[in-house]
């Protein structure tokens, strides 16, 4: 990538967006993919192989994978899950509910829906962000390795990267 394609970008998603890619980037070499990785989902750990990535790092990805480096016995499961515990907080830790602040229960929007059923439908869908929406706690805010987490501007958005399938909730 050149020095113009890089300003191009820059350009149109922003500097926190570049550099939360960086911050992605780093944390993929836990998440994404490497032995770590492979280690946990092979010993079975978790109902959900989601779970993992998840959850949030204690320390910084060179730390946490160096700590995994010395372990002598990576396919000990008993060893894994003390690691995991060792090193990860649980999954969700660094996010709250919140309340999206300009929600209201019936946008004029729906009103432009003619058929009843479809309209009803909306406000069923609609109905469900408030249940939805989350927020980063802020301390976490300031430790920006900890988690696999794009942080937006906004309280109401959370997109979550897992496993190469980013999940955007957006308000409405």
Known sequence: MNLFSLLAIIGLVGIPSVLASFKMADNCRVFCQ??????????????????????PLKYSPDETLLAFDALENRTDHA???????DYFMPPGTELQSCHPGDWTAKPKSFDKIEDPVYRQWAYDI??????????????ITFVCHSFFLTILASNNIVRRCVKKVCVIWLKM
């Open 34 to 55: 490497g032995p770590l990785l492979e280690a946990v989902q092979n010993a079975h750990l978790f109902h959900d192989s989601k779970d993992f990535v998840d959850m």
């Open 79 to 85: 060893v894994i899950k003390q690691f995991v515990d």
């Open 126 to 139: 609609h109905g469900k962000w408030p249940s939805l929406c989350r927020r980063v706690i802020e301390p």
